[in-house]
Protein backbone atom coordinates (compact mmCIF):
# COMPACT_ATOMS: atom_id res chain seq x y z
CA UNK A 1 0.00 0.00 0.00
CA UNK A 2 2.66 2.62 0.83
CA UNK A 3 4.83 1.50 -1.83
CA UNK A 4 2.15 2.03 -4.04
CA UNK A 5 1.46 5.40 -2.82
CA UNK A 6 5.36 6.07 -3.81
CA UNK A 7 4.69 5.06 -6.79
CA UNK A 8 1.66 7.40 -7.19
CA UNK A 9 3.05 10.39 -5.65
CA UNK A 10 6.12 9.94 -7.79
CA UNK A 11 4.70 9.18 -11.31
CA UNK A 12 2.33 12.68 -10.42
CA UNK A 13 5.86 14.58 -9.53
CA UNK A 14 7.90 13.42 -12.06
CA UNK A 15 6.17 15.23 -14.83
CA UNK A 16 5.62 17.85 -13.46
CA UNK A 17 9.44 18.25 -12.32
CA UNK A 18 10.01 17.85 -16.38
CA UNK A 19 7.71 20.47 -16.97
CA UNK A 20 9.30 23.29 -14.38
CA UNK A 21 12.31 21.70 -16.29
CA UNK A 22 11.02 22.75 -19.73
CA UNK A 23 9.97 26.11 -18.71
CA UNK A 24 13.32 27.35 -17.42
CA UNK A 25 15.20 25.74 -20.44
CA UNK A 26 12.78 27.85 -22.66
CA UNK A 27 13.22 31.17 -20.56
CA UNK A 28 17.34 30.51 -20.82
CA UNK A 29 16.91 29.67 -24.63
CA UNK A 30 15.12 32.84 -25.33
CA UNK A 31 16.84 35.19 -22.88
CA UNK A 32 17.71 37.42 -24.84
CA UNK A 33 14.47 37.87 -26.26
CA UNK A 34 12.95 38.35 -22.92
CA UNK A 35 14.81 41.26 -21.99
CA UNK A 36 14.02 42.99 -25.01
CA UNK A 37 10.33 42.49 -24.51
CA UNK A 38 10.54 43.61 -20.72
CA UNK A 39 12.92 46.54 -22.18
CA UNK A 40 10.41 47.45 -25.03
CA UNK A 41 7.39 47.45 -22.88
CA UNK A 42 8.66 49.37 -20.47
CA UNK A 43 10.33 52.06 -22.55
CA UNK A 44 7.91 54.76 -23.03
CA UNK A 45 8.70 55.02 -18.81
CA UNK A 46 12.35 56.18 -19.55
CA UNK A 47 12.02 57.36 -23.14
CA UNK A 48 10.42 60.31 -25.04
CA UNK A 49 8.62 61.03 -27.99
CA UNK A 50 11.55 61.44 -30.69
CA UNK A 51 12.72 57.70 -29.20
CA UNK A 52 9.02 55.89 -29.20
CA UNK A 53 8.16 57.16 -32.64
CA UNK A 54 11.06 57.88 -34.51
CA UNK A 55 13.51 55.19 -33.47
CA UNK A 56 11.50 52.77 -31.97
CA UNK A 57 8.27 52.99 -33.67
CA UNK A 58 9.92 53.51 -37.07
CA UNK A 59 11.66 50.47 -36.68
CA UNK A 60 9.25 47.63 -35.33
CA UNK A 61 6.96 49.17 -38.46
CA UNK A 62 10.00 48.56 -41.31
CA UNK A 63 10.58 45.58 -39.20
CA UNK A 64 7.05 44.04 -40.07
CA UNK A 65 7.52 44.45 -43.88
CA UNK A 66 10.80 42.83 -43.49
CA UNK A 67 9.81 40.31 -42.30
CA UNK A 68 6.97 39.95 -44.67
CA UNK A 69 10.31 39.37 -46.97
CA UNK A 70 12.28 37.18 -44.46
CA UNK A 71 9.06 34.79 -44.13
CA UNK A 72 8.85 34.16 -47.94
CA UNK A 73 12.91 33.93 -48.30
CA UNK A 74 13.86 32.56 -45.51
CA UNK A 75 11.71 30.05 -45.44
CA UNK A 76 10.11 29.79 -49.14
CA UNK A 77 13.23 30.73 -50.83
CA UNK A 78 11.51 33.22 -52.54
CA UNK A 79 13.30 36.69 -52.78
CA UNK A 80 10.25 39.26 -53.36
CA UNK A 81 10.70 42.68 -54.17
CA UNK A 82 6.82 43.09 -54.19
CA UNK A 83 6.79 43.47 -50.13
CA UNK A 84 7.31 47.11 -49.84
CA UNK A 85 4.09 47.65 -52.89
CA UNK A 86 1.80 45.13 -50.83
CA UNK A 87 2.46 47.75 -47.80
CA UNK A 88 1.91 50.61 -50.30
CA UNK A 89 -1.13 49.03 -51.56
CA UNK A 90 -2.86 48.87 -47.82
CA UNK A 91 -1.44 52.45 -47.13
CA UNK A 92 -3.41 53.91 -50.37
CA UNK A 93 -6.39 51.97 -49.73
CA UNK A 94 -6.42 53.40 -46.03
CA UNK A 95 -6.44 56.57 -47.45
CA UNK A 96 -8.92 55.70 -49.95
CA UNK A 97 -11.22 54.20 -47.95
CA UNK A 98 -10.56 56.27 -44.66
CA UNK A 99 -10.25 60.09 -44.23
CA UNK A 100 -7.56 62.08 -45.32
CA UNK A 101 -7.21 65.79 -47.01
CA UNK A 102 -9.19 64.77 -50.06
CA UNK A 103 -12.54 64.58 -50.12
CA UNK A 104 -12.80 63.99 -53.72
CA UNK A 105 -11.14 60.98 -53.08
CA UNK A 106 -11.55 59.32 -49.72
CA UNK A 107 -14.81 58.09 -48.89
CA UNK A 108 -14.08 58.47 -45.33
CA UNK A 109 -15.18 55.41 -43.78
CA UNK A 110 -14.55 54.61 -40.14
CA UNK A 111 -11.27 52.75 -39.51
CA UNK A 112 -13.13 49.67 -38.48
CA UNK A 113 -13.88 49.69 -42.02
CA UNK A 114 -11.58 50.74 -43.81
CA UNK A 115 -8.45 49.21 -41.92
CA UNK A 116 -9.71 45.55 -43.00
CA UNK A 117 -11.15 46.54 -46.67
CA UNK A 118 -7.46 48.01 -47.31
CA UNK A 119 -5.74 45.29 -45.80
CA UNK A 120 -7.92 43.30 -47.62
CA UNK A 121 -7.06 44.30 -51.14
CA UNK A 122 -3.71 44.36 -50.55
CA UNK A 123 -3.55 40.59 -49.39
CA UNK A 124 -5.21 40.39 -52.69
CA UNK A 125 -2.65 41.71 -54.49
CA UNK A 126 0.18 40.13 -52.63
CA UNK A 127 -1.25 37.04 -53.38
CA UNK A 128 -1.65 37.41 -57.06
CA UNK A 129 2.21 38.30 -57.07
CA UNK A 130 2.12 35.46 -55.49
CA UNK A 131 0.51 33.58 -58.36
CA UNK A 132 2.31 35.37 -61.13
CA UNK A 133 5.56 34.41 -59.40
CA UNK A 134 5.16 31.14 -57.67
CA UNK A 135 6.28 29.08 -60.95
CA UNK A 136 9.58 31.28 -61.25
CA UNK A 137 12.78 30.37 -58.89
CA UNK A 138 15.82 32.53 -58.54
CA UNK A 139 16.46 36.04 -60.23
CA UNK A 140 13.33 35.45 -62.23
CA UNK A 141 11.46 35.96 -59.25
CA UNK A 142 13.22 39.17 -58.01
CA UNK A 143 13.04 40.24 -61.70
CA UNK A 144 8.82 39.85 -61.82
CA UNK A 145 8.38 41.15 -58.55
CA UNK A 146 10.87 43.90 -59.27
CA UNK A 147 8.89 44.31 -62.34
CA UNK A 148 5.35 44.31 -60.61
CA UNK A 149 6.75 46.99 -57.62
CA UNK A 150 8.02 49.16 -60.61
CA UNK A 151 4.53 48.93 -62.40
CA UNK A 152 2.78 50.24 -59.02
CA UNK A 153 4.82 52.60 -58.65
CA UNK A 154 4.29 54.24 -62.09
CA UNK A 155 0.18 53.64 -61.54
CA UNK A 156 0.27 55.91 -58.44
CA UNK A 157 2.54 58.52 -60.11
CA UNK A 158 0.34 58.67 -63.30
CA UNK A 159 -3.23 58.15 -61.61
CA UNK A 160 -4.98 60.78 -60.58
CA UNK A 161 -8.84 59.58 -60.02
CA UNK A 162 -7.29 57.04 -57.42
CA UNK A 163 -3.92 58.02 -56.45
CA UNK A 164 -3.62 61.28 -56.53
CA UNK A 165 -0.58 61.33 -58.43
CA UNK A 166 2.46 62.59 -57.45
CA UNK A 167 1.09 64.12 -54.85
CA UNK A 168 -0.41 61.54 -53.06
CA UNK A 169 -2.41 61.88 -49.51
CA UNK A 170 -1.90 63.71 -47.00
CA UNK A 171 -3.42 64.08 -43.50
CA UNK A 172 -4.20 60.44 -43.07
CA UNK A 173 -5.51 60.54 -38.77
CA UNK A 174 -4.69 57.14 -37.19
CA UNK A 175 -8.21 56.13 -35.03
CA UNK A 176 -9.77 57.80 -32.24
CA UNK A 177 -11.52 54.91 -29.84
CA UNK A 178 -12.08 54.01 -26.61
CA UNK A 179 -11.30 57.60 -25.92
CA UNK A 180 -7.69 57.29 -26.66
CA UNK A 181 -5.98 58.84 -29.41
CA UNK A 182 -3.86 56.44 -31.45
CA UNK A 183 -1.42 58.70 -32.82
CA UNK A 184 -0.53 59.92 -29.59
CA UNK A 185 3.16 58.86 -28.98
CA UNK A 186 2.74 56.32 -26.47
CA UNK A 187 -0.61 54.94 -27.63
CA UNK A 188 0.89 54.73 -31.10
CA UNK A 189 3.96 53.22 -29.89
CA UNK A 190 2.19 50.30 -27.69
CA UNK A 191 0.05 49.97 -30.84
CA UNK A 192 3.24 49.02 -33.34
CA UNK A 193 4.75 47.38 -30.57
CA UNK A 194 1.82 44.97 -30.46
CA UNK A 195 1.65 44.24 -34.30
CA UNK A 196 5.07 43.51 -34.34
CA UNK A 197 5.45 41.63 -31.64
CA UNK A 198 2.73 39.61 -33.42
CA UNK A 199 3.75 39.23 -36.41
CA UNK A 200 7.28 37.90 -34.59
CA UNK A 201 5.29 35.54 -32.51
CA UNK A 202 3.21 34.35 -35.48
CA UNK A 203 6.24 33.81 -37.56
CA UNK A 204 8.26 31.84 -35.52
CA UNK A 205 5.35 29.55 -34.22
CA UNK A 206 4.33 29.11 -37.82
CA UNK A 207 7.52 28.04 -39.14
CA UNK A 208 7.29 24.37 -37.00
CA UNK A 209 3.72 24.37 -37.54
CA UNK A 210 3.19 22.37 -40.90
CA UNK A 211 2.72 24.99 -42.96
CA UNK A 212 5.92 26.60 -41.98
CA UNK A 213 7.97 23.45 -42.15
CA UNK A 214 6.53 22.32 -45.90
CA UNK A 215 7.45 25.90 -47.06
CA UNK A 216 11.26 24.98 -45.91
CA UNK A 217 10.70 21.84 -47.36
CA UNK A 218 9.89 23.85 -50.48
CA UNK A 219 12.91 25.84 -50.34
CA UNK A 220 15.29 23.10 -50.34
CA UNK A 221 13.75 20.70 -53.13
CA UNK A 222 10.36 21.74 -54.30
CA UNK A 223 10.92 18.53 -56.88
CA UNK A 224 10.58 16.28 -53.89
CA UNK A 225 7.61 18.07 -51.73
CA UNK A 226 5.84 17.28 -54.94
CA UNK A 227 6.57 13.64 -55.05
CA UNK A 228 5.87 13.07 -51.22
CA UNK A 229 2.69 14.79 -52.00
CA UNK A 230 2.59 18.59 -51.66
CA UNK A 231 1.01 20.79 -54.39
CA UNK A 232 3.88 23.44 -54.30
CA UNK A 233 2.47 26.32 -56.05
CA UNK A 234 -0.22 26.29 -53.81
CA UNK A 235 1.75 26.31 -51.27
CA UNK A 236 4.14 29.46 -52.41
CA UNK A 237 0.83 31.06 -53.37
CA UNK A 238 -0.82 30.52 -49.62
CA UNK A 239 3.02 31.73 -48.42
CA UNK A 240 2.68 35.02 -50.28
CA UNK A 241 -1.17 35.83 -48.96
CA UNK A 242 0.43 34.99 -45.55
CA UNK A 243 3.65 37.72 -45.66
CA UNK A 244 1.26 39.68 -47.27
CA UNK A 245 -0.71 40.02 -44.60
CA UNK A 246 1.79 41.12 -42.40
CA UNK A 247 3.06 43.63 -44.81
CA UNK A 248 -0.36 45.12 -45.07
CA UNK A 249 -0.07 45.89 -41.64
CA UNK A 250 2.69 47.56 -41.22
CA UNK A 251 1.50 49.73 -44.53
CA UNK A 252 -1.00 51.20 -42.44
CA UNK A 253 1.10 51.74 -39.40
CA UNK A 254 3.23 53.24 -41.46
CA UNK A 255 0.94 55.66 -43.27
CA UNK A 256 -0.61 56.87 -39.75
CA UNK A 257 3.09 57.39 -38.48
CA UNK A 258 3.96 59.59 -41.16
CA UNK A 259 0.54 61.08 -41.69
CA UNK A 260 0.67 60.91 -46.09
CA UNK A 261 1.78 57.99 -48.43
CA UNK A 262 2.84 59.41 -52.00
CA UNK A 263 4.32 57.19 -54.98
CA UNK A 264 7.90 58.21 -53.31
CA UNK A 265 6.32 55.82 -50.53
CA UNK A 266 6.68 52.61 -52.69
CA UNK A 267 9.25 53.64 -55.28
CA UNK A 268 11.93 52.02 -56.63
CA UNK A 269 14.15 53.16 -53.46
CA UNK A 270 12.03 52.00 -51.14
CA UNK A 271 11.62 48.90 -52.28
CA UNK A 272 15.06 48.50 -52.30
CA UNK A 273 15.54 49.27 -48.65
CA UNK A 274 13.55 46.50 -47.65
CA UNK A 275 15.58 43.89 -49.23
CA UNK A 276 18.72 45.43 -47.23
CA UNK A 277 17.01 45.66 -43.88
CA UNK A 278 16.20 42.08 -44.21
CA UNK A 279 19.43 41.20 -45.63
CA UNK A 280 21.29 42.94 -43.26
CA UNK A 281 19.75 41.72 -40.47
CA UNK A 282 19.45 38.45 -41.65
CA UNK A 283 17.19 36.38 -43.58
CA UNK A 284 17.48 32.97 -41.26
CA UNK A 285 15.40 34.36 -38.27
CA UNK A 286 12.49 36.63 -38.23
CA UNK A 287 14.09 38.58 -35.51
CA UNK A 288 16.56 39.63 -38.53
CA UNK A 289 14.50 41.56 -39.88
CA UNK A 290 14.15 44.23 -36.92
CA UNK A 291 17.44 44.17 -36.03
CA UNK A 292 17.90 45.11 -40.10
CA UNK A 293 15.45 47.49 -39.64
CA UNK A 294 17.18 49.83 -36.35
CA UNK A 295 20.63 49.58 -38.15
CA UNK A 296 18.50 51.21 -40.93
CA UNK A 297 16.76 53.71 -39.21
CA UNK A 298 19.79 55.02 -36.61
CA UNK A 299 21.58 55.17 -40.18
CA UNK A 300 18.69 56.89 -41.54
CA UNK A 301 18.58 59.39 -38.82
CA UNK A 302 22.27 59.89 -37.63
CA UNK A 303 24.36 59.55 -40.12
CA UNK A 304 23.62 62.70 -41.68
CA UNK A 305 24.88 64.45 -38.65
CA UNK A 306 27.82 62.26 -38.32
CA UNK A 307 28.90 62.31 -41.89
CA UNK A 308 28.51 66.82 -41.05
CA UNK A 309 30.32 66.49 -38.14
CA UNK A 310 33.71 64.97 -39.70
CA UNK A 311 33.33 67.16 -42.56
CA UNK A 312 31.63 65.22 -45.26
CA UNK A 313 28.45 66.02 -47.04
CA UNK A 314 25.45 64.94 -45.00
CA UNK A 315 23.36 63.53 -48.36
CA UNK A 316 26.08 60.94 -48.72
CA UNK A 317 24.23 58.89 -46.15
CA UNK A 318 22.76 56.34 -48.73
CA UNK A 319 26.11 55.75 -49.84
CA UNK A 320 26.74 54.68 -45.64
CA UNK A 321 23.83 52.58 -46.03
CA UNK A 322 24.86 50.50 -49.31
CA UNK A 323 28.20 50.47 -47.96
CA UNK A 324 27.14 48.33 -45.34
CA UNK A 325 24.84 46.23 -46.87
CA UNK A 326 28.05 45.35 -49.59
CA UNK A 327 30.25 44.88 -46.22
CA UNK A 328 27.46 43.07 -44.43
CA UNK A 329 26.92 40.31 -47.64
CA UNK A 330 30.53 39.70 -48.00
CA UNK A 331 31.23 39.23 -44.56
CA UNK A 332 28.23 37.28 -43.40
CA UNK A 333 25.91 36.67 -46.07
CA UNK A 334 23.22 35.51 -43.07
CA UNK A 335 23.47 39.13 -42.00
CA UNK A 336 23.68 40.32 -38.04
CA UNK A 337 21.90 36.94 -36.95
CA UNK A 338 24.13 35.14 -38.58
CA UNK A 339 27.78 36.69 -36.77
CA UNK A 340 25.45 36.02 -33.82
CA UNK A 341 25.08 32.59 -33.95
CA UNK A 342 28.57 32.96 -34.68
CA UNK A 343 29.86 34.38 -31.91
CA UNK A 344 27.78 31.97 -29.58
CA UNK A 345 28.96 29.07 -31.28
CA UNK A 346 32.62 30.11 -30.53
CA UNK A 347 31.29 31.01 -27.10
CA UNK A 348 30.05 27.46 -26.32
CA UNK A 349 32.70 25.83 -27.90
CA UNK A 350 35.44 27.73 -25.96
CA UNK A 351 33.33 27.62 -23.10
CA UNK A 352 32.92 23.67 -23.22
CA UNK A 353 36.58 23.21 -23.25
CA UNK A 354 37.08 25.05 -19.84
CA UNK A 355 38.08 22.32 -17.46
CA UNK A 356 35.92 24.27 -14.62
CA UNK B 1 -10.88 12.88 -62.27
CA UNK B 2 -12.64 10.45 -61.74
CA UNK B 3 -15.25 9.23 -59.30
CA UNK B 4 -13.86 7.48 -55.83
CA UNK B 5 -16.44 5.30 -56.79
CA UNK B 6 -14.85 4.48 -60.33
CA UNK B 7 -11.63 4.57 -58.76
CA UNK B 8 -12.24 1.57 -56.52
CA UNK B 9 -14.04 -0.32 -59.02
CA UNK B 10 -11.27 0.28 -61.57
CA UNK B 11 -8.55 -0.29 -58.80
CA UNK B 12 -10.26 -4.01 -58.37
CA UNK B 13 -9.88 -5.28 -61.66
CA UNK B 14 -6.91 -3.56 -62.77
CA UNK B 15 -2.74 -3.70 -63.01
CA UNK B 16 -1.50 -1.05 -60.67
CA UNK B 17 1.16 0.35 -63.14
CA UNK B 18 -0.26 0.39 -66.80
CA UNK B 19 2.03 1.97 -69.55
CA UNK B 20 1.00 1.86 -73.11
CA UNK B 21 3.26 3.17 -75.23
CA UNK B 22 4.99 5.75 -73.48
CA UNK B 23 7.66 7.55 -75.48
CA UNK B 24 9.85 10.67 -74.05
CA UNK B 25 12.10 12.52 -76.24
CA UNK B 26 14.65 14.77 -74.92
CA UNK B 27 14.75 17.29 -77.79
CA UNK B 28 16.36 15.27 -80.56
CA UNK B 29 17.01 12.08 -77.92
CA UNK B 30 14.29 9.79 -77.90
CA UNK B 31 14.98 7.84 -74.07
CA UNK B 32 11.97 6.04 -73.67
CA UNK B 33 10.75 4.86 -77.09
CA UNK B 34 7.16 2.80 -77.23
CA UNK B 35 7.41 1.24 -74.22
CA UNK B 36 4.25 -0.91 -72.87
CA UNK B 37 4.34 -2.63 -69.86
CA UNK B 38 2.09 -3.61 -66.70
CA UNK B 39 2.81 -4.40 -63.02
CA UNK B 40 0.08 -6.10 -61.00
CA UNK B 41 -0.87 -5.14 -57.73
CA UNK B 42 1.49 -6.65 -55.07
CA UNK B 43 4.21 -7.48 -57.86
CA UNK B 44 7.85 -6.94 -57.41
CA UNK B 45 9.82 -6.30 -60.87
CA UNK B 46 12.92 -5.31 -61.42
CA UNK B 47 14.00 -2.77 -64.15
CA UNK B 48 17.95 -3.85 -65.42
CA UNK B 49 19.59 -2.44 -68.21
CA UNK B 50 23.23 -0.24 -68.74
CA UNK B 51 23.46 3.37 -67.81
CA UNK B 52 21.47 5.46 -69.98
CA UNK B 53 19.07 2.76 -71.20
CA UNK B 54 16.26 5.26 -70.11
CA UNK B 55 15.13 3.43 -66.22
CA UNK B 56 15.49 6.65 -64.42
CA UNK B 57 13.09 8.40 -67.07
CA UNK B 58 11.19 5.38 -66.93
CA UNK B 59 10.09 6.30 -63.21
CA UNK B 60 9.95 9.64 -64.10
CA UNK B 61 7.25 9.70 -66.48
CA UNK B 62 4.82 7.01 -63.80
CA UNK B 63 4.88 9.87 -61.15
CA UNK B 64 5.37 12.63 -63.42
CA UNK B 65 8.14 14.68 -62.52
CA UNK B 66 8.62 14.38 -66.82
CA UNK B 67 5.16 14.07 -68.86
CA UNK B 68 5.77 11.46 -71.73
CA UNK B 69 6.10 13.26 -74.61
CA UNK B 70 3.49 10.38 -76.18
CA UNK B 71 1.21 7.09 -74.38
CA UNK B 72 -0.60 6.70 -71.51
CA UNK B 73 0.52 6.02 -67.90
CA UNK B 74 -2.62 4.36 -65.58
CA UNK B 75 -2.35 4.05 -61.65
CA UNK B 76 -4.74 1.28 -60.79
CA UNK B 77 -6.68 1.57 -63.90
CA UNK B 78 -6.42 5.55 -63.54
CA UNK B 79 -5.49 7.36 -66.49
CA UNK B 80 -2.89 9.22 -64.55
CA UNK B 81 -0.90 10.32 -67.43
CA UNK B 82 -1.59 14.36 -67.04
CA UNK B 83 -1.79 14.52 -63.24
CA UNK B 84 1.23 16.51 -61.19
CA UNK B 85 3.38 14.53 -59.14
CA UNK B 86 2.00 15.32 -55.72
CA UNK B 87 -2.19 14.23 -57.11
CA UNK B 88 -0.19 10.54 -58.18
CA UNK B 89 1.63 10.35 -54.26
CA UNK B 90 -1.97 10.77 -52.40
CA UNK B 91 -3.35 8.39 -54.80
CA UNK B 92 -0.86 5.77 -53.10
CA UNK B 93 2.27 5.81 -55.25
CA UNK B 94 5.41 6.27 -54.00
CA UNK B 95 9.54 6.75 -55.24
CA UNK B 96 13.09 7.36 -54.58
CA UNK B 97 15.65 8.85 -55.90
CA UNK B 98 19.12 7.75 -57.28
CA UNK B 99 20.58 11.11 -56.59
CA UNK B 100 19.26 11.50 -53.21
CA UNK B 101 16.86 14.78 -53.02
CA UNK B 102 16.31 15.71 -49.59
CA UNK B 103 15.58 18.95 -47.32
CA UNK B 104 19.05 19.55 -46.86
CA UNK B 105 18.50 22.60 -44.01
CA UNK B 106 15.73 20.39 -42.24
CA UNK B 107 16.63 17.78 -39.50
CA UNK B 108 15.95 13.75 -40.09
CA UNK B 109 13.18 13.90 -38.25
CA UNK B 110 11.72 17.21 -40.05
CA UNK B 111 11.90 14.95 -43.37
CA UNK B 112 10.23 12.26 -42.31
CA UNK B 113 7.75 14.30 -40.77
CA UNK B 114 7.09 16.05 -44.17
CA UNK B 115 6.87 12.80 -45.95
CA UNK B 116 4.13 11.73 -43.72
CA UNK B 117 2.22 14.69 -43.47
CA UNK B 118 2.16 15.27 -47.34
CA UNK B 119 0.17 11.71 -47.76
CA UNK B 120 -2.16 13.07 -44.80
CA UNK B 121 -4.66 16.28 -43.89
CA UNK B 122 -2.93 19.41 -42.67
CA UNK B 123 -0.84 20.08 -45.25
CA UNK B 124 -1.62 23.71 -44.69
CA UNK B 125 -1.99 23.89 -40.94
CA UNK B 126 -0.78 26.73 -38.51
CA UNK B 127 -1.16 24.63 -35.73
CA UNK B 128 1.94 22.53 -34.66
CA UNK B 129 1.97 18.94 -33.99
CA UNK B 130 2.71 17.59 -30.57
CA UNK B 131 4.93 14.82 -29.78
CA UNK B 132 1.93 13.16 -28.89
CA UNK B 133 0.17 13.32 -31.86
CA UNK B 134 -0.29 9.82 -33.79
CA UNK B 135 1.37 11.05 -36.84
CA UNK B 136 4.89 11.36 -34.58
CA UNK B 137 4.63 7.54 -33.81
CA UNK B 138 4.62 7.06 -37.49
CA UNK B 139 7.99 9.55 -37.81
CA UNK B 140 9.28 7.90 -35.46
CA UNK B 141 8.68 4.23 -36.44
CA UNK B 142 10.02 4.71 -39.96
CA UNK B 143 13.40 6.58 -38.61
CA UNK B 144 13.81 3.42 -36.17
CA UNK B 145 13.14 1.47 -39.49
CA UNK B 146 16.36 2.66 -41.35
CA UNK B 147 18.47 2.83 -38.18
CA UNK B 148 18.53 6.95 -38.37
CA UNK B 149 17.08 7.34 -34.88
CA UNK B 150 20.92 8.45 -33.24
CA UNK B 151 20.99 11.05 -35.91
CA UNK B 152 17.47 11.85 -35.61
CA UNK B 153 18.10 15.72 -34.81
CA UNK B 154 20.96 16.06 -37.17
CA UNK B 155 20.49 18.33 -40.23
CA UNK B 156 20.66 16.35 -43.18
CA UNK B 157 23.52 17.85 -44.57
CA UNK B 158 25.54 16.42 -41.84
CA UNK B 159 24.87 13.01 -42.50
CA UNK B 160 26.96 10.95 -44.20
CA UNK B 161 26.15 9.54 -47.62
CA UNK B 162 24.59 5.90 -46.39
CA UNK B 163 22.57 7.60 -43.86
CA UNK B 164 20.80 10.11 -46.67
CA UNK B 165 20.09 6.66 -48.80
CA UNK B 166 19.04 5.29 -45.63
CA UNK B 167 16.12 8.57 -45.29
CA UNK B 168 15.81 8.79 -49.14
CA UNK B 169 14.18 5.24 -48.50
CA UNK B 170 12.49 6.48 -45.38
CA UNK B 171 10.66 8.88 -47.17
CA UNK B 172 9.06 6.67 -49.69
CA UNK B 173 7.38 4.44 -47.01
CA UNK B 174 5.18 7.13 -45.34
CA UNK B 175 1.66 6.84 -45.40
CA UNK B 176 -0.45 3.75 -46.90
CA UNK B 177 1.81 3.29 -50.13
CA UNK B 178 0.15 1.12 -52.61
CA UNK B 179 2.99 1.15 -55.00
CA UNK B 180 6.66 2.03 -54.67
CA UNK B 181 9.38 2.76 -57.28
CA UNK B 182 12.79 2.52 -55.97
CA UNK B 183 15.71 4.04 -58.22
CA UNK B 184 18.75 2.31 -57.32
CA UNK B 185 18.33 2.37 -53.60
CA UNK B 186 21.51 0.27 -52.49
CA UNK B 187 24.20 2.72 -54.38
CA UNK B 188 26.36 4.31 -52.17
CA UNK B 189 25.31 1.60 -48.93
CA UNK B 190 27.89 -0.47 -46.80
CA UNK B 191 27.08 -4.55 -47.31
CA UNK B 192 25.35 -4.32 -44.40
CA UNK B 193 23.30 -1.29 -45.11
CA UNK B 194 22.38 -3.39 -48.43
CA UNK B 195 21.32 -6.42 -46.26
CA UNK B 196 19.12 -4.23 -44.40
CA UNK B 197 17.83 -2.83 -47.56
CA UNK B 198 16.97 -6.15 -48.50
CA UNK B 199 15.42 -6.87 -45.02
CA UNK B 200 13.19 -3.77 -45.23
CA UNK B 201 12.27 -4.72 -48.78
CA UNK B 202 11.03 -8.52 -48.32
CA UNK B 203 9.38 -7.24 -44.96
CA UNK B 204 6.94 -4.99 -46.58
CA UNK B 205 3.47 -6.13 -46.87
CA UNK B 206 2.32 -8.44 -49.57
CA UNK B 207 0.09 -5.58 -51.09
CA UNK B 208 2.29 -3.21 -51.64
CA UNK B 209 4.41 -3.49 -55.27
CA UNK B 210 7.42 -2.21 -56.29
CA UNK B 211 9.99 -1.53 -59.29
CA UNK B 212 13.03 -1.61 -58.06
CA UNK B 213 16.26 -0.59 -60.70
CA UNK B 214 19.14 -1.98 -59.35
CA UNK B 215 22.71 -2.79 -60.49
CA UNK B 216 23.37 -4.61 -57.56
CA UNK B 217 22.20 -8.40 -59.17
CA UNK B 218 22.65 -9.82 -55.47
CA UNK B 219 20.09 -7.56 -54.35
CA UNK B 220 17.82 -7.16 -57.08
CA UNK B 221 17.43 -10.83 -57.69
CA UNK B 222 16.66 -11.50 -54.04
CA UNK B 223 13.88 -9.36 -53.90
CA UNK B 224 11.57 -9.17 -57.16
CA UNK B 225 9.44 -11.89 -59.32
CA UNK B 226 9.86 -10.40 -62.60
CA UNK B 227 12.33 -8.72 -64.60
CA UNK B 228 12.57 -5.99 -67.05
CA UNK B 229 15.70 -5.59 -69.27
CA UNK B 230 15.85 -2.22 -71.04
CA UNK B 231 18.20 -1.46 -73.60
CA UNK B 232 18.36 1.94 -75.46
CA UNK B 233 15.36 3.38 -74.19
CA UNK B 234 13.13 0.32 -75.42
CA UNK B 235 12.13 -2.68 -73.32
CA UNK B 236 14.30 -5.85 -74.97
CA UNK B 237 13.28 -8.97 -72.62
CA UNK B 238 10.81 -9.61 -69.33
CA UNK B 239 10.46 -12.53 -67.55
CA UNK B 240 11.52 -14.53 -64.38
CA UNK B 241 14.35 -13.88 -62.56
CA UNK B 242 16.42 -17.39 -63.33
CA UNK B 243 14.81 -17.07 -67.12
CA UNK B 244 16.77 -13.49 -67.40
CA UNK B 245 19.96 -14.94 -65.94
CA UNK B 246 20.01 -18.01 -68.13
CA UNK B 247 18.93 -15.46 -70.91
CA UNK B 248 22.55 -15.61 -73.71
CA UNK B 249 21.27 -12.76 -75.38
CA UNK B 250 21.12 -10.87 -71.56
CA UNK B 251 24.17 -12.60 -70.44
CA UNK B 252 26.32 -11.09 -73.24
CA UNK B 253 24.60 -7.73 -73.01
CA UNK B 254 24.92 -6.95 -69.39
CA UNK B 255 25.86 -9.94 -67.29
CA UNK B 256 28.83 -11.01 -69.03
CA UNK B 257 30.39 -7.52 -69.44
CA UNK B 258 30.21 -6.14 -66.11
CA UNK B 259 27.74 -3.43 -67.46
CA UNK B 260 24.96 -4.81 -64.77
N1 LIG C 1 16.46 15.81 -67.93
C1 LIG C 1 17.11 15.30 -69.00
N2 LIG C 1 17.46 16.11 -70.02
C2 LIG C 1 18.10 15.62 -71.10
N3 LIG C 1 18.41 14.33 -71.28
C3 LIG C 1 18.08 13.46 -70.30
C4 LIG C 1 17.41 13.90 -69.11
N4 LIG C 1 17.21 12.83 -68.31
C5 LIG C 1 17.72 11.78 -68.96
N5 LIG C 1 18.25 12.14 -70.16
C6 LIG C 1 18.87 11.26 -71.13
O1 LIG C 1 17.99 10.18 -71.35
C7 LIG C 1 18.73 8.97 -71.46
C8 LIG C 1 18.23 7.98 -70.41
O2 LIG C 1 18.60 8.44 -69.14
P1 LIG C 1 18.15 7.74 -67.79
O3 LIG C 1 16.70 7.49 -67.85
O4 LIG C 1 18.65 8.56 -66.67
O5 LIG C 1 18.94 6.36 -67.87
P2 LIG C 1 19.25 5.30 -66.74
O6 LIG C 1 18.50 5.68 -65.50
O7 LIG C 1 18.80 4.00 -67.33
O8 LIG C 1 20.72 5.33 -66.52
C9 LIG C 1 20.19 9.31 -71.27
O9 LIG C 1 20.78 9.41 -72.54
C10 LIG C 1 20.16 10.65 -70.59
O10 LIG C 1 21.27 11.42 -70.97
MG1 LIG D 1 19.17 6.14 -63.63
Redo the contacts between chains.
Sequence with gaps: MALEQTIETDSLTLPQAQQAGAVSRWVHRNAAILILAVLLLILPAVAGPFILDQIVGWTMILGMIALSLMFLCGYGGMVSLAQMTVAGVSGYMIAVFGPSSLPSISLFWPWWVAAPVAILIAVAFGTVVGALSARTEGIYTIMITLALATAFFYLTLQNWPIFNGFNGFTTIPAPHFLGVNWRAPIPFYYMVLFFAALSYAAVLYISRAPFGLALQGVRDNPRRMEAIGYNVTAHRVAAYAFAALIAAVGGILLVWQNNQISPYSVGVNAVINILVIAVVGGITHPIGAFIGAFIYVILHTFALDALVAVGLDGRRFQLLIGLGFVIIVLFSPDGIVGIWRRLRARARTSGGGNPL | MSSIAERIAASGTSNAIELRGVTRYFGALAALTDITMSVRPGERRAVLGSNGAGKTTLLNCI???FFPTFGTVRFFGEDVTTL???ER??RGLR?T?QIS??????SVR?NV???C???SR????????RARDAIMQSVEELIALVHLESVADRLVEELAHGQQRQLEIA?AL??APRFILFDEPAAGLSPAERRDLVAILTALPSHIGYIIIEHDMDVALRVVESVTMMHNGRIFKEGAPHEIQADPEVQELFLGSGHA
Excluded: E, K, M, N
Aim: aromatic share 14%; hydrophobic share 40%; net charge positive.
Design positions: TGDPPHIRRYLLFSRLDYLARGVGRFSFIRTLAG
